[in-house]
């Protein structure tokens, strides 16, 4: 469990950004009082040091693999140009995920994207980490990681200069160091780096909600005055209104469920208001 407090904006989004041991490096070496203060900036760079993924990318240098990690559960996906590609590197993946271990618990192979989901993690076997470098001098690892064209990239966000220099001079030791981007990062923008992944807002739609909210979209029943009602938009579907309503009313509660955790990061609001939710007035 991390130890860092959440008493501000800026603590709060860490817990939740921080995979597990970042906060608590965090807390151990930076004044969370100080921390509010400084500067954050955001770090792009990619590497190339001796490890097995760098391996198979300069070998496969147009295939992309991008990876989410907690330590325990590993996903991968490998995106190749085309199936004739994927057939090619078939044999070098397979290596790979030998020298994984862990077991593959799914696979999916959509359009050009093969997704893997596999238990057990090895990351730590890497030695040196370039993870671990990260942490050690008090960044915060934004995932995934890409592999592609036989670098390793990276998206850090940092706090000071100093801390900078010396993980920049550590990493430098490794291999090849390129800085995508560099770019300061006011508060606020470091919750609007979240990405709201669609299938996790719009997948438990069924077919009949989509084109209800298309609809309403499309024929202006949400904006201000409405340029349609729902029984005019009903009519025009041969639908009764009721059950048209029936349709969106379940499609805007799930897609709000869906976004109710962003729109709760977003808010500015205290913690305590957060966990009571507000009393609304009666008459």
């Known amino acids: 469990m991390c130890r860092l407090k959440t008493g501000s904006l800026l603590e709060r989004t860490l817990v939740k950004l921080c995979r597990p041991g970042t906060a608590n490096l965090l807390s151990a070496h930076l004044d969370t009082k100080v921390l509010v203060e400084l500067t954050m900036f955001e770090v792009s760079f990619k590497i190339q040091h001796d490890c097995p993924y760098t391996r198979f990318s300069m070998k ?54 093969l997704q893997l989901i ?96 298309l609809s309403a979209l499309e024929y202006g029943y949400y904006q201000i005055p409405k340029k349609m009602t729902a029984e005019e938009i009903a009519q025009k579907h041969h639908v009764p209104r009721t059950t048209f309503e029936e349709h969106l009313r379940k499609a805007e509660s799930k897609i709000l469920r869906a976004i109710a955790p962003y729109v709760r990061m977003y808010s500015s609001t205290s913690e305590d208001s957060l966990e009571r939710p507000p009393q609304i007035p009666t008459k």
């Open 60 to 113: 496969n240098p147009d295939v992309r693999l991008v990876e989410w990690c907690n330590n325990r559960i590993h996903v991968m996906e490998v995106d190749c140009p085309d199936i004739e590609t994927f057939t090619r590197v078939e044999k070098d993946l397979n290596e790979l995920l030998m020298w994984k271990g862990g077991k593959v618990l799914k696979k999916n192979f959509l359009d050009r994207n």
């Open 118 to 213: 596999i238990k057990t993690c090895r990351c730590s076997k890497i030695s040196p980490n370039i993870s671990d470098i990260i942490e050690k001098h008090s960044f915060l690892w934004i995932p995934p990681e890409v592999y592609y064209g036989g670098w390793e990239e990276y998206k850090v966000v940092g706090f000071r200069e100093a801390d900078y220099k010396r993980m920049f001079q550590e990493l430098s030791e490794l291999g090849p160091v390129q800085i995508i981007e560099k770019k300061v990062l006011p508060e606020k923008s470091l919750r609007d780096a979240f990405v709201i992944s669609m299938s996790s807002v719009f997948s438990e739609l069924t077919d009949k909600q989509v084109s209800s909210l």
